[in-house]
């Protein structure tokens, strides 16, 4: 399971949502992009899925405990990790052959990558909620709180404001961080793919 | 005192600070940090606590900004349905925020506890299997050069005319190309040195080797007194704010 090639596959996908993830934090975006990596992971060792969920967990985890130092509200949100790892392996790793398809099919390849992303938004924003709101109050450093103050103004309860603001904006992200994801993986050298699944 | 103590003494403390704990809960909770800050960490501990101060500042005013300016009601106040005040608001958004300062501190002050080791050093010594510790080093080494990545892929694109330095709408554009470039190089430069660079030096096993801790015991010195310590501050911050009410 842990071979070189995927420890170093892990390590690319915890510093790449560590690199990305902390500068959208910094900029306060109202998005996220700090699974890229994991999506990623998973994609490069399609099609086996158990192997792709391990190292894309591992590769989430290994994120958290760096962006920790940044981020102080990050490692609270490791099972949101756990799950975006499940779906992406479990969904995402399916639509890996038309994601590498080449030529691309442009249809083809949108539809995957707007299901992928809105399923893994919503799985996403359902395992966050009761962090947002029972561990946080719905407050949260992330520029998504504006979401959750505009509902909130707009007289929403709490729980509503922060399950209608990961709704919205979770689904967007992901799709977001789907087609990064995706548009990576068709980039990445076939080699480096054998290496990994070899 | 170990980094697997000093970490432990930590994790206590952070999830401590997450049970909400009163005011004298909260006072020995911090009586502890500081004890810890001034025995174990000493004059460090000062650049540790800037350290801290300086990430959630930005996130305070965030915040304050947000739910004392903007929703101007704390939760507890919209969860009742009530008026609500910007000044419960802010008294919310400060104890979060202070909560926040703490957790970070003690964070920066185990770090700062062992400022004088390099990264290697200081994972080597950690409670974790080698494959983890493996991953932390790669990951760190992987952060540098994606940081080297990212300068010399910004450089070819500037002087392609692909980018500008100063931003722009054309930066906006193509920022997708410089994404590009930089995962293009990072998997080079790692394929490099997978495929012929480790190999010749033997760089895997040799880091194996120098990340097996043999048979150095979890816990060890200073460990014996901060351990107990943390424990019983613990279960007294507990039950602190208990005793006070009945």
């Known amino acids: 399971m842990f071979t070189t090639p995927r420890l170093i596959l892990i390590a690319l996908g915890a510093a790449l949502n560590f690199s990305i993830g902390t500068v959208v934090y910094l900029l306060k975006l109202p998005i996220y992009l700090d699974s890229i990596g994991t999506i990623l992971a998973a994609l490069l060792l399609a099609p086996d899925r158990r192997a792709a969920f391990v190292c894309a967990w591992a590769a989430a985890w290994a994120s958290l405990a760096l962006s920790g130092l940044v981020n102080p509200f990050l490692p609270w949100f490791a099972m949101t990790d756990v799950a975006i790892a499940l779906v992406t392996a479990l969904l995402t790793v399916g639509a890996a052959a038309t994601f590498r398809a080449h030529p691309l099919r442009s249809s083809s390849f949108a539809a995957q990558v707007v299901l992928c992303g809105v399923a893994t938004g919503v799985v996403s924003a359902v395992v966050s909620l009761p962090v947002v709101v029972y561990l946080f109050g719905g407050v949260t450093g992330s520029g998504s709180a504006f979401l959750v103050a505009l509902f909130l103004e707009s007289g929403q309860r709490l729980m509503n404001a922060a399950m209608l603001s990961g709704l919205v904006n979770d689904p967007l992200d992901k799709v977001l961080q789907v087609l990064l994801a995706a548009m990576l993986y068709r980039v990445t050298p076939g080699d480096f793919i054998a290496l990994l699944r070899g | ?246």
């Open chain 2, 1 to 246: 005192m170990t980094p697997n103590g000093a970490f432990t003494v930590g994790l206590v403390l952070i999830a401590m600070s997450l049970t909400n704990p009163g005011p004298r809960g909260s006072a020995i909770l911090i009586a502890l940090a500081l004890a810890f800050a001034i025995i174990e960490v000493r004059g460090a501990a000062l650049v540790a606590l800037r350290r801290a101060a300086l990430i959630v500042l930005p996130l305070a005013l965030f915040m304050g900004l947000l739910w004392v300016g903007i929703v101007g009601k704390a939760p507890a106040e919209i969860a009742a349905g009530a008026a609500g005040t910007r000044a419960a608001a802010l008294i919310y958004v400060a104890r979060l925020c202070g909560r926040l300062l703490f957790i970070v501190a003690v964070v920066q002050l185990v770090i700062m506890r062992f400022d004088a080791l390099t990264p290697l050093q200081l994972i080597r010594a950690l409670a974790l299997p080698v494959a983890a510790k493996r991953v932390l080093v790669i990951t760190l080494s992987l952060i540098a050069t994606l940081r080297h990545a990212i300068d010399r892929a910004h450089i070819a694109l500037i002087a392609a005319g692909t980018l500008t330095r100063a931003a722009s709408l054309r930066n906006a554009v193509h920022s997708w190309r410089l994404i590009q470039a930089v995962w293009l190089s990072a998997v080079t430069i790692m394929l490099g040195r997978m495929r012929d660079k480790w190999p010749v030096e033997n760089t895997l096993s040799l880091l194996d080797r120098s990340l097996e801790t043999g048979s150095a015991r979890l816990f060890a010195g200073d460990d014996r007194i901060w351990l107990p310590i943390t424990v019983g501050a613990a279960i007294m911050a507990l039950i602190a704010d208990r005793i006070g009410a009945s």
